[in-house]
């Protein structure tokens, strides 16, 4: 099982948020290329980026602080967060990025996923979003009727590679996972799943992998050092 580092960019910022709330951050680093290093340097073997500013607006105002990491790292990175548009993606590919990540776009406009597929391949990657079920977009700021796990089916059914799933409501709580939902999820569809939201412990970790996770995006636990990379070197997960 691949396991993400997160960093969250707000402002040119790494930060966490808990739950998603623009307004309950917590600022870990000024410069966040330094912390991608260090990741790295810990045995990180990818990482994943979020432009929070391009999640809530819908236009990157990082792009300068993505392009540090990209430049200085040696290990792949995909980045998410307000690409809404082909252009945006092709210019992140462009700047280095292994992969990128839509959220709300592939929900509003199937034709544009379509094109995004065809043109980038496996380079593109969806997040589904959940609360109580039901997929959220815009920064998580409105949660729709969709159901998750037949927008996931639907996904799958378009040619998607590789889904990225996130239960808002354990994002940045370091409540463990919603494992109910992702067992769920592993029996609807054989896609590559990369589970994010609550990691909390080593234990929630190899529990993912045991239920059939392709991937883990950790964030908050190892900013707060509930985990560590060594320990996750160490579990040979």
Known sequence: MLIYPAIDIKSGNCVRLTQGMKDAETVYFKHPWKV??????QGARQLHLVDLDGAF???????????????????????GGGIRSLEAMEQLLELG??????GTKALEDTKMLEEAL?????????SVDAKDGKVAVEGWTKVGDRDA?????????MGLKTLVYTDIARDGMLQGPNF???????EAVSMEIIASGGVSSLEDLIRLKDMGADGAIVGKALYEGAVTMQEIGGANL
């Open 36 to 41: 991608a290093l260090d990741w790295q340097k």
């Open 57 to 79: 607006d819908g236009v990157s105002q990082n792009l300068e602080s993505i392009r540090e990491i990209i430049d200085r790292v040696d290990i792949p990175v995909q980045i």
């Open 149 to 157: 796990l037949e927008f996931a089916s639907i996904l799958q059914s």
């Open 180 to 186: 109910e939902a992702l067992k769920r999820l592993r």
């Open 118 to 126: 065809e043109k980038f391949g496996d380079r593109v990657v969806v």
């Open 97 to 102: 990025a292994w992969r990128c990540i839509l």
